[in-house]
T-cell receptor
Framework: GAVVSQHPSWVICKSGTSVKIECRSLDFQATTMFWYRQFPKQSLMLMATSNEGSKATYEQGVEKDKFLINHASLTLSTLTVTSAHPEDSSFYIC???????????FGEGSWLTVV | AQTVTQSQPEMSVQEAETVTLSCTYD???????LFWYKQPPSRQMILVIR??????QNATENRFSVNFQKAAKSFSLKISDSQLGDAAMYFC???????????FGSGTQLTVLP
């Protein structure tokens, strides 16, 4: 089946800096990608949905200028956390699906710690 | 808006015994899918089982089966012959046929006792 690679697995950054997380589909054409955030002991909360070549659709309460999502190709989506603050520290997970939408694949997730 | 409710924050089961995790959902859609995902400490999301709403037959995957009650909007997961490796956080999730985005419940932490 498809393999989703999410990188980096762990990242520590200083407050005020930006950090980019990549989500790659290694053998699958991902027409739609989703980004979730998961705080400790909580569920996954959808942040945004992106279709290849289109602007991302953000969920209510998610700042699109702070969480920049780019889905430039069928195999790569990136999430950039701009001007990161300690409250942005969380686990970020991407998932993707193809044109049929019948199967959803998840990345391994990325731990972000802002100090 | 669709909501998914898991009323059991924590559950425990003795090894080799059977446990049932509860999930209810709310939707006005007719075309949708329901899922159970397992999230071990590694945080990797692992699909346990999937159910299409239009199918009346309950989905089964080896030791995992669901009790899908469409009218009651209930979707419980039964784990038979529980194993130590089943210990994890379990999330119930809902997806519409068109939007393809998942809405997750709050999760149930399952502990398997040796």
């Amino acid at each position: 089946g498809a393999v989703v690679s999410q990188h980096p697995s762990w990242v520590i950054c200083k407050s005020g800096t930006s950090v980019k997380i990549e989500c790659r589909s290694l053998d699958f054409q991902a027409t739609t990608m989703f980004w979730y955030r998961q705080f400790p002991k909580q569920s996954l909360m959808l942040m945004a949905t992106s279709n290849e070549g289109s602007k991302a659709t953000y969920e209510q309460g998610v700042e699109k200028d702070k969480f920049l999502i780019n889905h430039a190709s069928l195999t790569l989506s990136t999430l950039t956390v701009t001007s990161a603050h300690p409250e942005d520290s969380s686990f970020y997970i991407c998932s993707l699906t193809g044109s049929s939408g019948n199967t959803i694949y998840f990345g391994e997730g990325s731990w972000l710690t802002v100090v | 808006a669709q909501t998914v409710t898991q009323s059991q924050p924590e559950m425990s089961v003795q090894e080799a015994e059977t446990v049932t995790l509860s999930c209810t959902y709310d939707t006005s859609e007719s075309d949708y899918y329901l899922f159970w995902y397992k999230q071990p400490p590694s945080r990797q999301m692992i699909l346990v089982i999937r159910q299409e709403a239009y199918k009346q037959q309950n989905a089964t995957e080896n030791r995992f089966s669901v009790n899908f009650q469409k009218a009651a909007k209930s979707f419980s997961l039964k784990i038979s012959d529980s194993q130590l490796g089943d210990a994890a956080m379990y999330f119930c999730a809902y997806m519409t046929g068109s939007a393809r985005q998942l809405t997750f419940g709050s999760g149930t932490q399952l502990t398997v006792l040796p």
